[in-house]
């Protein structure tokens, strides 16, 4: 849409020039609006019509007579029960100076305005910024595709003109296998094989060929995550720097953080619960709270299926959590069994299947209880 400037003529504004690009147009329009105080979107789109079809001149003087209005006390609607808005003012100010055949292009009649009134606002293309995309997506779309088996092609003159890193991080999440212990340290070997990797339009897949990593974590680093590490539910997360190890063909990381999935919901659960102990636990005389203690029974979910079970205080959290929840689930089963086995023969759907699984968990069960729990 072209951009206009009327002069006034015998009461009346006429067309003299175009003027603003539209890229400056939303500019002046927001400026308006916030002086005139308009936030919705009719009155926004009728200041957008004004200053498209009458120009930035014509919407500067009706302002300057908007606002010598508004300081004078301003101006009644036509019954004289109110007082315009600032924004009523400027709009019945400049619907009487535009000539008539303007207002019929920026005053839609009452069909229109109403369409309009259900209208949500459009976003604004910005046409330079489209151009520039265009062009990016242009080049973009002459450039090779990358093929990984002739990466060398590639990466060697790259090589000739590499970068620096000043660091370089890497997180590994796992479970170690066998350990070796030295004085201060202990050395595992972890390897990883990427599987179905969700990567970035364009960035190749990478290998399925296993990476060997050769992890080293201090001693008091490792007392802390060995409980863990023992643990089949749990999995180490480590963080670190890595070099490249020539002699072992593979990555060489060394520990400089190291917990683990658990221990990590732990702390998460304790900072949830932190506010409650407070208002839960009375203070000693210094106004400390006094340390927690593990229950010395975990109980199940049904007291009739599994009773109490003693709990040492020295199992983890983590632990009696999780023979908690084996236990909840087991008596769902047991739950569910027994209505299944109540239905006519022909109707014992999914018994089989929900057999198997309380199998499974009494055989988590068996497993927990004889490591913590005998």
């Not at 498209?52 to 029960?81: H, P, S, W, Y």
């Not at 303007?102 to 489209?130: E, F």
């Not at 990466?151 to 660091?167: A, K, M, W």
């Not at 769902?332 to 759907?349: C, D, E, N, S």
Request: proline letters at 6%; one cysteine or more.
């Amino acid at each position: 849409m072209s951009v206009v400037r009327y002069n006034c003529t015998q009461g009346s504004w006429i067309l003299v020039e175009s003027i603003l690009p539209q890229d400056e147009i939303q500019v002046y329009v927001q400026q308006l609006a916030e002086q005139l105080r308009e936030t919705d979107h009719l009155p926004r789109y009728l200041l957008r019509m004004i200053v498209e079809q009458c120009g930035v001149e014509f919407c500067d003087q009706i302002l300057r007579e908007t606002l010598e209005i508004e300081a004078q006390g301003g101006m009644m609607v036509k019954n004289g029960e109110r007082r315009r808005t600032v924004g009523g003012v400027f709009f019945f100010l400049a619907r009487a100076k535009m000539a008539p055949e303007v207002r019929r292009i920026v005053y839609p009649n009452p069909a229109q305005r109403k369409k309009l009134l259900k209208q949500k606002p459009k976003p604004r293309r910005n046409k330079k910024l489209d151009a520039a995309q265009r062009a990016l997506q242009e080049q973009q779309e002459k450039l090779p595709v990358f093929v990984w088996d002739e990466r060398l092609e590639v990466i060697q003159p790259l090589l000739d003109e590499g970068g620096v890193l000043t660091t370089v991080k890497v997180t590994l999440i796992g479970r170690p296998g066998r350990i070796e212990k030295r004085k201060d340290l202990v050395i595992a070997a972890m390897s990883h094989q990427p599987k179905n990797v969700s990567l970035p339009k364009g960035v190749p897949a990478p290998p399925e060929t296993p990476t060997l990593y050769t992890v080293y974590i201090g001693a008091k680093q490792w007392n802390k995550v060995e409980s863990a590490a023992a643990n089949p539910e749990d999995a180490l997360i480590i963080e670190g720097t890595c070099a490249f190890d020539e002699r072992v063909q593979g990555m060489a990381v060394f520990a400089m953080n190291v917990t683990s999935k658990m221990i990590e919901a732990e702390k998460r659960q304790q900072q949830q619960q932190q506010p409650k102990e407070k208002t839960q636990h009375p203070q000693d005389g210094n106004g400390v709270l006094p340390e927690r203690k593990l229950p010395d029974v975990v109980e199940s979910a049904s007291a009739t299926a599994k009773g109490k079970v003693p709990v040492s205080s020295k199992v983890a959290p983590e632990v009696a959590q999780k023979l908690r929840d084996l236990y909840t689930s087991a008596e769902l089963f047991r739950q569910k069994i027994a209505t299944i086995q109540a239905k006519p023969a022909g109707q014992q759907f999914g018994l089989e299947m929900t057999q198997k699984l309380l199998n499974n968990v009494e055989g988590e069960i068996e497993a927990l209880e004889k490591q913590y729990l005998s």
